[in-house]
């Protein structure tokens, strides 16, 4: 199945080498390209591509003001946001993750890890490693955020033991595969229960789980090192 993309980027000669490199895959295709925050929102209601690598300093409304209205609106729930930026500043990390991306890369990446990221967040998984999922909780996720429409504690009654504690291993940074060994059930299995603990949860995706394990007491950050 195609992964269509949708590219947000002020950069038109950015925006026509993505599109280029994207397009080589057969697996993936462009259907359109934003040069602005509100572009980005217009064509993605328009086309309901599976991701949209977005750019944040952008001309008027910038790409974490258009990643939060795309993910707020019901009708894009299947579509995923993938932040691609030259300015790799953890607030920028915290604030995407808080507006709903569901993953974020420096413009310093490689061809490869670029169309890695796509495909991983095209299939709901967050796109953060484990050293960055927990300095981003433990600096800007664990205070009560006014903005951020997440489950409530209690909700977490919904889940199973199991449900909860794989997602509060997925927390500290484990990936699916970690967490299969770790548990000694298969990778599938594990993917399942994450996936039922999102739809518990209302989460659009692995990224916002995390967020909620933390601002939910389920998961404790771990006091910073002397």
């Given at each position: 199945m195609t992964i269509r993309?949708?590219?947000a980027d002020d950069q038109a000669l950015l925006r026509a080498t993505f599109r280029i490199l994207i397009d080589s895959c057969d697996d993936l295709e462009v259907v359109?390209?934003?040069a602005d925050g509100a572009e980005a929102i217009e064509l993605t209601r328009t086309h309901q591509p599976d991701v949209v690598v977005m750019d944040i300093r952008m001309p008027g409304t910038d790409g974490l003001t258009a990643t939060a209205a795309i993910c707020a609106d019901p009708e894009l729930?299947?579509?995923?946001?993938?932040?691609?930026?030259t300015f790799e500043i953890d607030e920028y990390v915290?604030?995407?993750?808080?507006?709903?991306?569901?993953g974020f890369l420096g413009k310093d990446v490689s061809t490869d890890?670029?169309?890695?990221?796509?495909?991983?967040?095209?299939?709901?998984?967050?796109l953060l490693s484990p050293v960055a999922t927990r300095a981003l909780i433990s600096r800007f996720l664990v205070s009560p955020d006014p903005e951020a429409h997440l489950a409530p504690p209690e909700q977490l009654s919904a889940l199973t033991t199991r449900?909860?504690?794989v997602m509060a291993l997925a927390a500290h940074g484990k990936s699916n595969q970690d967490i299969a060994e770790e548990l000694f059930v298969s990778h599938l299995t594990i993917r399942t229960h994450i996936q039922r603990a999102m739809m518990k949860l209302s989460a659009r995706d692995r990224a916002q789980l995390v967020v909620i394990a933390y601002q939910?007491?389920?998961v404790k950050p771990a006091p910073p090192q002397a």
């Open positions: 993309v949708l590219l359109a390209e934003a729930a299947a579509t995923h946001v993938l932040i691609l930026t915290a604030r995407a993750v808080r507006a709903g991306a569901g890890e670029l169309l890695a990221g796509i495909r991983t967040v095209a299939s709901g998984d967050a449900e909860r504690e939910s007491g389920l």
